[in-house]
């Protein structure tokens, strides 16, 4: 029951951080809605995992995280060398 409620709330999250990839005034932003996205998914699948009780998910957490940290590694190194406006 509460697995559910923890699955439509990241489900929600999830949406809010979609919309704002979509409609981001800048670059950084949309990097920042990617990093929750990312977050959101990770969270779904810890809950699905504590949910069915079992850890045979739990890798995929690990590379999720991976390469969302070096997505947003790369974007900022981006927005770094070219600026905040592009």
């Given at each position: 029951m509460i697995a559910n409620i923890?699955?439509?709330c990241l489900a929600i999250a999830g949406a809010c951080?979609?919309?704002r990839v979509l409609?981001?005034?800048a670059?950084?932003?949309?990097?920042?809605?990617?990093?929750?996205?990312l977050m959101?998914?990770?969270a779904g699948?810890?809950?699905?995992a504590a949910g069915?009780?079992?850890s045979t998910s739990l890798v995929l957490i690990v590379v999720?995280?991976?390469?969302?940290?070096t997505a947003t590694v790369a974007a900022s190194s981006f927005i770094e060398r070219n600026g905040p406006g592009t």
């Open positions: 923890a699955l439509v951080a979609a919309y409609r981001g005034p670059l950084a932003d949309r990097v920042v809605a990617l990093d929750v996205g959101c998914l990770m699948v810890a809950v699905d069915s009780g079992s999720i995280a991976v390469i969302g940290f």
